[in-house]
């Protein structure tokens, strides 16, 4: 499962068009005060087949937050993507920062196995090869589609993953049925 985290930003159409053109379903983690300003391209990875999923309003460390700001940071969110029509049923804390609260607040927590480090080396070629190294059956992969760098390594990043005779699902699709309150690593680890 790809994943593409606090977008939606300038780049995110041209990662549809990827993704469109490889038949290719993703999931979003989209940033609440970046929804207002780019709804069309939230709508429209939603009408893709995408699943959009909640990262928070303004991708603060939620593990340093006390309950009802947490609360505000994920319920500020979903109500701008309700707005669109929009219902994300799974929440991505920030840096993958969560403490018992956070496991409260009603939704799965999306977390990752295979993290290519896409925020800091801002080469394609790069993120690609580290993904398609550490990519494993069952894998979620944490890429960031506000990083032109990242959005021109996903044909090679898909290319080489087909090759190896992968598939590309929804975090929904690779995990199953999803418990608020657990956090999932992959489709086979969780706690
Ligand atoms: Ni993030």
């Known amino acids: ?24 379903h993703a999931t979003f983690f989209v940033i609440g005060r970046n929804v207002q300003a780019l709804s069309g391209l939230v709508k429209r990875e939603a009408a893709e087949g995408h699943v959009v999923g909640n990262h928070t309003w303004s991708h603060r460390d939620l593990s340093r937050l006390g309950a009802s700001e947490q609360s505000g940071e994920v319920s500020r969110t979903a109500e701008a993507l309700k707005a669109l029509g929009v219902s994300a049923t799974v929440l991505r804390p920030p840096y993958g920062a969560f403490n018992a609260t956070t496991r409260t607040l009603g939704l799965p927590l999306v977390l990752w196995d295979v993290d290519p480090a896409d925020w800091r ?44 005779g992968y598939t590309f699902v929804t975090v929904p699709q690779l995990v199953g049925t999803m418990r608020a309150g657990t956090a999932y690593f992959s489709r086979t680890s969780h706690r």
Request: negative net charge; glycine residues 8%.
């Open 121 to 164: 080396d801002r080469d394609a070629a790069t993120v690609a090869s580290r993904v398609l190294t550490n990519t494993r059956p069952g894998s979620i992969v944490l890429l960031h589609d506000i990083h032109p760098s990242t959005v021109a390594a996903v044909p090679a990043i898909v290319a080489g993953l087909k090759a190896k």
């Open 1 to 24: 499962a790809l994943t593409f985290d606090d977008g939606p930003g300038p780049s995110t159409g041209t990662l549809l068009d990827t993704l469109a053109a490889q038949n290719v």
